[in-house]
């Protein structure tokens, strides 16, 4: 079954401090690994894309690694913000024709001052 | 990045009453658009894909005669609540996507808050 699982599911940390947010996943073949950003209350954004070939996506503060051999990927934030306090999700893209995305249940960040 | 717009932005109404929340691809054309349910500290849940000039796919569970959904253009979906109660009160999130050679994306919409009372 086709499955993405994250840890921790929360995380408080100090602001300007470093955290790192885990993502396993059983879905093979994949076309892309996702992670997104989502306030409370708001439709997620994304943060990073990679495909199966790519190790690492960076965008701003934010790093995104990927081991294929593992099925596992990170989301590294560095120094982090007060506005870093969100939901990190984790979302997976099938190798298949139907365009549906397999989505983790997400870490929840919050970052204090 | 490419923009999708819900609206309303939230919606309150009452039990037995029918709404209709909007899904548009600003600045693209979606030939497919989803719509997801999202309970508060849950992830989000598929609940139908909307395809342009054609029916929505249903998933399991989800009652295609409650979750009524329309996708006349390529830049606009509809979902309409038919008969809510105040278990439908969710968090409704669309997502189009976008297709360009040799790739594709989805970008999702704010989402609107609908509450049953």
């Known amino acids: 079954k086709n499955q993405v699982e994250q840890s921790p599911q929360s995380l408080i940390i100090l602001e300007g401090k470093n955290c790192t947010l885990q993502?396993?996943?059983?879905?093979?073949?994949?076309?892309?690994l996702r992670w997104y950003k989502q306030d409370t209350g708001r439709g997620p954004v994304s943060l990073t894309i990679m495909t199966f070939s790519e190790n690492t996506k960076s965008n701003g503060r934010y790093t995104a690694t990927l081991d294929a051999d593992t099925k596992q990927s990170s989301l590294h934030i560095t120094a982090s913000q007060l506005s870093d306090s969100a939901s990190y999700i984790c979302v997976v893209r099938p190798m298949d024709s139907s365009y549906k995305l397999i989505f983790g249940s997400g870490t929840r960040l919050l970052v204090r001052p | 990045g490419a923009v999708v717009s819900q609206h309303p932005s939230w919606v309150i109404c009452k039990s037995g009453t029918s709404v209709k929340i909007e899904c548009r691809s600003l600045d693209f054309q979606a030939t497919t658009m989803f719509w997801y349910r999202q309970f508060p500290k849950q992830s989000l849940m598929l609940m139908a894909t909307?395809?342009?000039?054609?029916?929505?796919?249903?998933e399991q569970g989800v009652e295609k005669d409650k979750f009524l959904i329309n996708h006349a253009s390529l830049t606009l979906s509809t979902l309409t609540v038919t008969s809510a109660h105040p278990e439908d009160s969710s968090f409704y999130i669309c997502?189009?996507?976008?297709?360009?050679?040799?790739?594709?994306?989805?970008?999702f919409g704010p989402g609107t808050r609908l509450t049953v009372l």
């Open positions: 993502c396993n996943y059983t879905v093979s073949p994949f076309s892309n």
């Open positions: 997502s189009a996507r976008e297709e360009r050679e040799g790739w594709d994306e989805q970008f």
């Open positions: 909307s395809n342009e000039g054609s029916k929505a796919t249903y």
